[in-house]
């Protein structure tokens, strides 16, 4: 079975640009969410979606918006890019709306904005 | 409001035994542990959930103190393919379920 699946895996952007990320859950999993991980850093929560709807929201600017299709994908969008927000975008899938199974991630996609 | 992880950075030799400890000031539902090796995804290593027993798999071992907010990875009989950066993920009763904070990560390294 295909595990999580992100793409792209590396972006270069433009300061104001606009981006988004996309996301496939193991099959079968039902909830997404997004992390940021900075270089030395632990991933930050962002969003996590389950069954479509919004669930949880991360401390994180209204320039960030995601949402779910009803195959369970997901995309991450980021408006009006900052150099701050050069990361490791993660999905993770989990087969339930909580984290009891535990996270399944995907290899991410490195975005860099010049 | 993030875990705090202990220690930083550990370097052992191929057969020693190690502990990382994570620790949270709010009151947790469950810890979670991953290991992420440079350039790849975090990988799920266990979870511990308020009220179960200590966890393990193979000569890695965690356990899960809910009075103290604490927990501990027991990594036994160290290889060389445990190392890289482990993290706890924990999720605490005020928040939605699901929503994972991380620590800021130990970094094992396994020397032959």
């Known amino acids: 079975d295909a595990g999580v699946t992100q793409s792209p895996t590396h972006l270069i952007k433009t300061r104001g640009q606009h981006v988004t990320l996309r996301c496939s859950p193991i099959s079968g999993h039902k909830s997404v969410s997004w992390y940021q991980q900075v270089l030395g850093q632990g991933p930050q929560f962002i969003f996590q979606y389950y069954e479509k709807e919004e669930r949880g929201r991360g401390n994180f600017p209204d320039r960030f918006s995601a949402r779910q299709f009803p195959n369970y994908s997901s995309e991450l969008n980021v408006n009006a890019l900052l150099l701050g927000d050069s990361a490791l975008y993660l999905c993770a899938s989990s087969l339930v709306e909580g984290a009891y199974y535990g996270y399944t991630f995907g290899s991410g996609t490195r975005l860099t904005v010049v | 409001q993030q875990p705090v992880q202990s220690p930083q950075a550990v370097i052992l030799r191929e057969g020693e035994d190690a502990v990382i400890n994570c620790s949270s000031s709010?009151?947790?539902?469950?810890v979670h542990w991953y290991r992420q090796k440079h350039g790849e995804a975090p990988v799920f290593l266990m979870i511990l959930l308020k009220g179960g027993e200590q966890k393990g798999h193979d000569k890695i071992s965690a356990s899960f103190n809910e009075k103290k907010q604490q927990s501990s990875l027991y990594l036994t009989a160290s290889q060389l393919s445990y190392s890289g950066t482990y993290f706890c993920g924990t999720e605490s009763w005020s928040g939605n379920t699901g929503k994972l904070i991380f620590g800021q990560g130990t970094t094992l390294q396994v020397k032959p």
């Open positions: 709010k009151a947790l539902y469950s």
